[in-house]
């Protein structure tokens, strides 16, 4: 208690006289219990707790990008953050999300919609994170440019508004309706009357490979079978003629 007060001890203070002032000092332990106690203290000590050691440096940096990572979160707009949620479902697609009048697309879909449909590339901002790229088009326009992404050989889900933006308060509820892909679809736009759209299915084994034909829009099916034994016997066989 009188180190803690400021009276002189001995400059040579070793190691072992610390361990002994915190056994000893009850106002000390004390005040490390109560430093424990703030926000950052009940950070380290959870850390502590999972890594049996002091956190290194690496694992504390990316425990600080964990929660800058939920910080950005937090400051995106409402209609981003059920955009991610819903684009989290379908990352291998084309999201075309339904705002108002406007087929909108973000990001890196915006980026590939303005290349593929010549149409202009902008910025939005996203609340308090940073600014994403945006192009869209009228839904209206969906027959015209639906063809032109799954051509390109996108495959795109349509995400629709499911309830009367006037009759709720909050944010509208969206969700996909349609999912478009260049070897399935019924869409008649896209479709070209004067030829299939065959959808193939290559199976291979040590014994016996297939191939198989389906247009979905006709109903089509087409397959054959072959034992690889023979293939390989008669390749044999060519082999030894030669």
């Given amino acids: 208690m009188r180190w803690l007060c400021g009276e002189p001890r001995e400059n040579n203070f070793s190691t072992a006289k610390a361990s002994h002032v915190l056994k000893t ?21 959870s850390l502590n707790s999972l890594t049996e050691s002091r956190p290194s440096s690496l694992s504390f940096n990316f425990s600080l ?32 999300f339904r705002v108002g009048d406007f087929y909108e697309t973000f990001q890196e879909d915006a980026i590939k919609t303005s290349k593929i449909l010549g149409i202009v590339l902008t910025k939005r901002s996203n609340g308090a994170a940073s600014e994403m790229e945006l192009a869209g088009f009228p839904y209206h326009a969906l027959d015209t440019y639906l063809p032109k992404l799954v051509r390109a050989g996108q495959r795109v889900a349509i995400c629709d508004q499911l309830e009367d933006p006037k009759s709720t308060k909050t944010i509208v509820k969206r969700g996909v309706t349609e999912l478009v892909t260049p070897g399935v679809t019924y869409n008649d736009k896209i479709l070209d009357y004067g030829s299939n759209n065959f959808l193939a299915v290559v199976h291979l084994t040590e014994k016996i490979s297939g191939v198989a034909f389906a247009d979905v829009s006709t109903g089509a099916f087409l397959w054959h079978a072959a034992m690889m034994i023979i293939l390989k016997s008669c390749c044999r066989t060519s082999n030894q003629v030669r």
């Fill in 65 to 96: 990008s964990v929660i800058e990572d939920k910080r950005k979160n937090k400051a995106e707009t409402p209609l981003m953050q059920q955009y991610n949620a819903i684009k989290a479902k379908y990352p291998d697609a084309l999201l075309l």
């Fill in 25 to 45: 000092e009850p106002v000390f332990n004390a005040l490390l219990t109560f430093s424990r106690m703030t926000t950052n203290g009940i950070f380290m000590e």
